[in-house]
């Protein structure tokens, strides 16, 4: 079950991020899917708050492209480092479009049960991702 897990896993960034398959959301998220990861714009944590958070980052970033790094399964549980790219063309966040494209790295832990994502930890660069569109300082180096 563990490598059924990562494919899964697999699938939920290069089918539902990257391609926008929210159809894909009903298939692998239980239906009482919480989300322990801050969603923009305070979206809900649930299966259907994770669909509207996949349709916001696409809005906000149409070409968005997620390639996952790197994947660990233990048990029930996978662990992905993800790193996501995308142009800022339209609305996010409150910020007008920069046009600037962006990198952001991240981390997701989801636990499985019977084949599908009942959990979801994640923790995101978003600050790095608002110093990219230049709407957030960056910081100055040490001793400066």
Known sequence: MTADNKTIARRLYEECFNKGDLGLVDEI?????VSSTPNPGGLPSDREGFKQTVTYLRSGFPDLAMTVDDMVVEGD??????????????????????????????????????????ERWGAWDHLGMMQQLGVTPAEAPAGR
């Open 77 to 118: 549980l996978v662990a992905v480092r993800v790193t996501a790219r995308g142009t800022h063309k339209n609305e996010f966040m409150g910020v007008a479009p920069t046009w600037k494209q962006v990198t952001m790295t991240g981390t997701d832990f989801m636990r499985f049960e019977s084949g599908k994502i009942v």
């Open 29 to 33: 998220v239980s239906e009482s899917f």
